[in-house]
T-cell receptor, first 112, second 112 residues
Framework: GESVGLHLPTLSVQEGDNSIINCAYS??????FIWYKQESGKGPQFIID?????DKRQGQRVTVLLNKTVKHLSLQIAATQPGDSAVYFCAEAASNDYKLSFGAGTTVTVRA | DTEVTQTPKHLVMGMTNKKSLKCEQH?????MYWYKQKAKKPPELMFVYSYEKLSINESVPSRFSPECPNSSLLNLHLHALQPEDSALYLCASSPREVAEAFFGQGTRLTVV
């Protein structure tokens, strides 16, 4: 599968391969994390979330991993499909805080 | 109803105009947000309303004026905008603090 070790703004992946998108966060107080998918001309769409008392959470074809030691978050997409082409953002928030802050985003392009 | 509805979808306004963006949700969410998103950038938080009271203002210029008439509605009043204010304006809501935010499709604003 395709993967990036550090955050990169773009990721090109072959259809059917696995994708890994990385995100680094800076606020040590953040304890809630979300991955969003944004397609062209649309608002961000929730994919999966994770709280700081967990290090892994799985959804349908997606897995989020959290490494609090190095403040790193990743999203794994299994068997990437053309419909997965979009910009993916990680977002973080701290307890008792409504402020959700977004990372820079990664544009994923799926090759047929 | 699990949607956040924004109107209008597109808006072109002159620098001397006054216009309003509207947002509506019927999920019973107690927090509502305005974000601004420039092309190829992540959403940036502008305002947060919690229980119909303004709880966060991220140092937004006064030419943007938010209003929360009731728990389901959020408006953003625009006056004397500049061309650099052209962007996608996103509304979101969440059931409580530190929770998933649901986004609308956004209003594409162009200031001429």
């Amino acid at each position: 599968g395709e993967s990036v070790g550090l955050h990169l703004p773009t990721l090109s992946v072959q259809e059917g391969d696995n994708s890994i998108i990385n995100c680094a966060y800076s606020n040590s107080a953040s304890d809630y994390f979300i991955w969003y998918k944004q397609e062209s001309g649309k608002g961000p769409q929730f994919i999966i979330d994770i709280r700081s008392n967990m290090d892994k959470r799985q959804g349908q074809r997606v897995t989020v991993l959290l490494n609090k030691t190095v403040k790193h978050l990743s999203l794994q997409i299994a068997a990437t499909q053309p419909g997965d082409s979009a910009v993916y953002f990680c977002a973080e928030a701290a307890s008792n805080d409504y402020k959700l802050s977004f990372g820079a985003g990664t544009t994923v392009t799926v090759r047929a | 109803d699990t949607e956040v509805t924004q109107t209008p979808k597109h808006l072109v306004m002159g620098m001397t105009n006054k216009k309003s963006l509207k947002c509506e949700q019927h999920m019973g969410h107690r927090a509502m947000y305005w974000y601004k998103q420039k092309a190829k950038k992540p959403p940036e938080l502008m305002f947060v309303y919690s229980y119909e009271k303004l709880s966060i203002n991220e140092s937004v210029p006064s030419r943007f004026s938010p209003e929360c008439p009731n728990s389901s509605l959020l408006n953003l009043h625009l006056h004397a905008l500049q061309p650099e204010d052209s962007a996608l304006y996103l509304c979101a809501s969440s059931p409580r603090e530190v929770a998933e935010a649901f986004f609308g499709q956004g209003t594409r604003l162009t200031v001429v």
